[in-house]
């Protein structure tokens, strides 16, 4: 069996066999569903933990001052954070040789 090659005329032929049918768009294109929605209870006291995490120093100096004892150790645990930096052996060299950022103009 030999095979012949393949012609203009043939592909022609063969698209010209072919059955379009026309086709419904409606039908074809699903409606939009409407987007699914979750509802989630938070606890209270995730919800206390939420606040205090976000709030500002601000916030938090005004609650240490009221008797907030969870903002007066905040602020405790911070102004150590800051003297820790401060008194870094780094920030101690850098002020030896007079090139802190406080000192860069």
């Not at 043939?10 to 979750?38: F, G, I, L, R, Y």
Request: charged share 20%; hydrophobic share 35%; aromatic share 0%.
């Amino acid at each position: 069996m030999a095979i012949s090659p393949v012609t203009q005329t043939n592909v022609t032929a063969v698209a010209s066999n072919t059955a379009v049918t026309p086709v419904n768009k409606e039908a074809v294109q699903p409606k939009p569903q409407p987007a699914a929605t979750d509802t989630v209870q938070i606890s209270s006291a995730a919800q206390a933990a939420l606040q205090e995490a976000t709030e500002t120093t601000v916030q938090t100096a005004k609650e240490a001052r009221s008797g907030d004892l969870q903002a007066q150790r905040l602020q405790t645990r911070e102004a150590a954070a800051a003297e820790e930096t401060k008194e870094s052996p780094v920030a101690r060299a850098q002020e030896a040789q007079g090139t802190s950022v406080g000192n860069l103009r």
